[in-house]
Structure formats: C-alpha cells, structure tokens
T-cell receptor
Framework: GIQVEQSPPDLILQEGANSTLRCNFS?????LQWFHQNPWGQLINLFY???GTKQNGRLSATTVATERYSLLYISSSQTTDSGVYFC??????????FGKGTMLLVSP | NAGVTQTPKFQVLKTGQSMTLQCAQD?????MSWYRQDPGMGLRLIHY???????DQGEVPNGYNVSRSTTEDFPLRLLSAAPSQTSVYFC???????????????FGPGTRLTVT
C-alpha cells in the first residue's frame, strides 16, 4: 500500500517563529489532507489539498502532486498551535492512510 | 449540524467483554470509516462503509465487526475485548469533491477505550 512519511517527527519552537512540515508519499493520490490533533485529542481538518496551494490565516499548505510531497507552513506560531500534525492521503474508497505525525511544541 | 458524534467518550472493559462504540453523522455523507490510534502512531483503518448495507475491511479488522443499516449510523462492535484493543477509536465520514477517489474526511471526537 501507499507509504506516507512525515518530517520532522518532533519540533520545538519559540512563540512567533515560523516552521515548515513536510509530507512525502509513495504513489500518486487524488486526495491529501492535513489535520491538527490538539492536546485534547481532537482531530481538526486544516486543509484538503490534493494539489496546489491554499492559505487559511497563519497556515498555508502546498502539494506538488507530480513530485509526491506536501508542505504545511505555520507562520508566527502561537502556543495554541501545539499538538500533532498529521498528513493523510487517499488509500481507496474514501479511506485515508496516515503518516506518523509531527509533534509540535510552541513555548511562550 | 452536530457533524460526527461518538459515544461513549471513555470506556473501560475487562478482557472478554463485548461492547459497541456508537458513531453517527448528520451531514448525509455516504462514506463512513473507523480508525484506531495507538501511542506515537497515526490512525489505522479498521473498517469502512461506502453506503448503507455495504461494509469492508481495512488494515486492522480482526476482533471488530461493523454494520451499516442507515446512512447516519455506523457502530463498531468489539466481540471479545483484548488488552491489545486498548486504543483511541475515531469514526469519520466523508463526501466526494467530485473527482474520482477524492473524498474529504471529517472525524468525530474519539472514544478512549481501555481493556484490562
């Protein structure tokens, strides 16, 4: 099946810093989503981005489908950005294959 | 819209007990799925459904049963709980963006299950 690799596995930032999270996948996909899992365990949809670039406030994402990677940018990070960021790609019949996530800690 | 709801939020079972995790969605999504999340890992697919009356196995189906009698509900049954099933369980529903195999998924809040 399709493989999804995320990097880095862990990231510690000072509040206000910028960061880039990467997701590589092993096969062509029709769907890629980024999620934020907050400290309470809730999975929050950030982006549905099979290709191209999208922005939502301080977050933006770019997927280059032909080169099989996606990037999530977080600018001017805040403590509320802490949590785990997951990349997930379509693995058939509306199901997703997840990467292992990037754990982000933003300190004040 | 309540979105995707799951009950219970927490559950403790003894080895060998059975139980049903409930999942419901009010978005009229055709597709629904169950995932489990273990520490330090992403989510793994247990079972999924592409419509009422149609279900199939995912990556880790052993020890679980599902059925889909309505569009709204997709319960997950643990037949005989084992400590290896201690995990957080997420239900998801999805709709098509119109492109082939292009579905955006929305997740419920999860059920934290401990089997002793």
């Amino acid at each position: 099946g399709i493989q999804v690799e995320q990097s880095p596995p862990d990231l510690i930032l000072q509040e206000g810093a910028n960061s880039t999270l990467r997701c590589n996948f092993s096969d062509s996909v029709n769907n890629l989503q980024w999620f934020h899992q907050n400290p309470w365990g809730q999975l929050i949809n950030l982006f549905y981005i099979p290709s191209g670039t999208k922005q939502n406030g301080r977050l933006s994402a770019t997927t280059v489908a032909t080169e099989r990677y996606s990037l999530l940018y977080i600018s001017s990070s805040q403590t509320t950005d802490s949590g785990v960021y997951f990349c997930a790609v379509e693995s058939g019949y509306s199901t997703l294959t997840f990467g292992k996530g990037t754990m982000l800690l933003v300190s004040p | 819209n309540a979105g995707v709801t799951q009950t219970p939020k927490f559950q403790v079972l003894k080895t060998g007990q059975s139980m049903t995790l409930q999942c419901a969605q009010d978005m009229n999504h055709e597709y629904m799925s169950w995932y489990r999340q273990d520490p330090g890992m992403g989510l793994r697919l247990i079972h999924y459904s592409v419509g009422a009356g149609i279900t199939d196995q995912g990556e880790v189906p052993n020890g679980y049963n599902v059925s889909r009698s309505t569009t709204e509900d997709f319960p997950l049954r643990l037949l005989s709980a084992a400590p290896s099933q201690t995990s957080v369980y997420f239900c998801a529903s999805s709709y098509s963006h119109g492109l082939a195999n292009s579905y955006e998924q929305y997740f419920g809040p999860g059920t934290r299950l401990t089997v002793t």
